[in-house]
């Protein structure tokens, strides 16, 4: 089995590093420091780092003292890739400046799960988890589907369709589980609103639903747009094999 990558995580903020630290430790072994000074030290001691989540805005070392510092202080350590994570507006110059600095990409904050994982991913040149989001009125099934997904996938919920609307402009999605039967915005209204966003239209949606899987209705989820249905109570058998299936029909996912 491989052995887990070592991300250090440099921020000030104990809220930012704690934060950071749950998104990432089930995939990743996690160094946190609170300083640059601190973290030079980790670096200094450590037997492997493969990447350094580097914050820029801190006091007595900033994120572009560090990265001009470190290959002075410890030479041996100077290729480690940095990715800045940042409160800072990312402006042009910003970029370029981190760029200049020695940084291979940047984040923004507050930071997005799947959007750090996707990062780190394309750095460490390693498969990134899929981002599934799961819609579902239903806080226990919500809770279960995130049980069942999140070993092999990035998990997000959503308690309605409004919701999940409002996440799809401002987060990318591979897979949409979509159920049925909600109020205010049913599955079926979902679809029409989805499929009337252009950025969204091709994400694939598998219907989870309750309600009996007659003819009619599976013909109903095809004309819609879904591209599967799952019966409730979820298993995690089928759950992982209607997903890989629609993942392995879907190049571009």
Do not use: H, W
Not at 111 to 119: H, I, M, P, R, T
Not at 174 to 189: A, E, R, V, Y
Request: glycine share 4%; aromatic share 4%; net charge negative.
């Amino acid at each position: 089995m491989e052995s887990k990558k070592t991300i250090l995580i440099i921020d000030d903020s104990p809220m930012n590093l704690r934060s950071m630290k749950l998104m990432l430790e089930d995939a990743f072994n996690v160094l946190p420091a609170t300083s640059g000074s601190a973290g030079m030290l980790v670096i200094n001691s450590a037997e492997t780092i493969d990447l350094i989540l580097l914050d820029i805005d801190m006091p007595a070392m900033s994120g572009f003292d560090f990265m001009s510092l470190l290959p002075t202080l410890l030479p041996e350590k100077a290729r480690i890739p940095v990715i800045c994570v940042t409160g800072i507006d990312a402006t042009a110059d910003f970029v370029a400046k981190t760029v200049s600095a020695g940084a291979v990409d940047y984040i923004s904050k507050p930071v997005n799960k799947a959007v750090l994982e996707q990062k780190i991913a394309k750095v460490l040149d390693i498969p990134a988890k899929k981002t599934v989001l799961i819609i579902d009125d239903a806080p226990e099934t919500l809770r279960q589907m995130r049980m069942l997904l999140k070993a092999r996938y990035n998990p997000v919920p959503a308690n309605s369709g409004e919701a999940a609307l409002r996440m799809l402009r401002s987060e990318p999605f591979d897979l949409i589980l979509l159920d049925i039967d909600m109020p205010n915005m049913s599955g079926f209204d979902f679809m029409r609103r989805l499929r009337s966003i252009p950025e969204c239209s091709a994400i694939p949606v598998i219907c989870v639903t309750g309600m009996e899987a007659t003819v009619d209705f599976v013909s109903q989820t095809i004309s819609a747009g879904m591209a599967d249905y799952i019966s409730k109570p979820v298993t995690q058998d089928v759950l992982e094999a209607k997903i890989d299936k629609i993942v392995q029909e879907s190049p571009t996912i």
